[in-house]
């Protein structure tokens, strides 16, 4: 018997609806618009349109396929694998030749602890896992700053904040259009179009189309 949608939801809450047909969902499951019975109890679960048994079936791009590795099983597109031993990297499969450091860039594997990437290119980590990029440049984000592709030396410590191409202090200081000014109450004052302007009734005073920028 077909119901309306609402009904099957809010009339019969051990039903379900599988396109616009009310089943029992302890009896049944709704794969892609079709109806298939649970052949495998709580274990049944979808395929395409076909149900599987999870319990020692993997789903792989539409086609079930046996639990080689047990509950290490995992697809790579239509493949399976180890993941216990190899990772999945664009669709190819890889051994796992760092352990649990092996990372993966496009179809290839590195050394997570040695390397990292970014912007595309492979950096050495010279400064352990303080590493980071600056452009083309690694340095320590713990004691520096990256701004505007310029490594700077973090002078206020954990208060050091970019301004364009300075480090400023943000505790006494705010950055405006990468100009410095002294701090100044954002309840009262906005950075608009690079000024520190004045609001009006909650409102920054701006030229029409002058665009408002918080920082």
């Known amino acids: 018997m077909n119901y309306p949608l609402a009904v099957c939801l809010l009339r019969y809450p051990t039903q379900g609806c599988c396109s616009g047909t009310a089943y029992n969902r302890n009896s049944f499951v709704c794969c892609r618009g079709q109806l298939r019975y649970k052949s495998y109890g709580s274990n049944t679960y979808c395929c395409g349109t076909s149900v599987y048994n999870y319990a020692t079936y993997v789903c792989c791009g539409g086609v079930a396929r046996y639990k080689s590795y ?128 004045d609001r009006v009734l909650g409102r920054p005073r701006v030229a029409v189309g002058l665009p408002c920028i918080i920082k």
């Open 70 to 197: 047990g509950s290490s099983t995992a697809c790579c597109g239509t493949s399976r694998y180890d993941y216990s031993t190899r990772v999945c990297c664009g669709g190819r499969i890889r051994y796992k030749s760092y352990g649990s450091y092996t990372r993966c860039y496009g179809t290839s594997i590195y050394d997570y602890r040695r390397y990292f990437y970014c912007g595309g290119l492979r950096f050495y980590r010279t400064y352990g896992w303080n590493s980071s990029c600056c452009g083309t440049r690694v340095y320590n984000y713990r004691t520096h700053r990256c701004c505007n592709q310029m490594i700077l030396y973090k002078s206020y410590g954990s208060y050091s904040s970019c301004c364009g191409s300075s480090v400023i202090n943000y505790i006494y200081y705010s950055c405006c259009g990468y100009s410095t000014y002294y701090r100044y109450r954002r309840s009262t004052h906005r950075c608009c179009g690079g000024y520190i302007r």
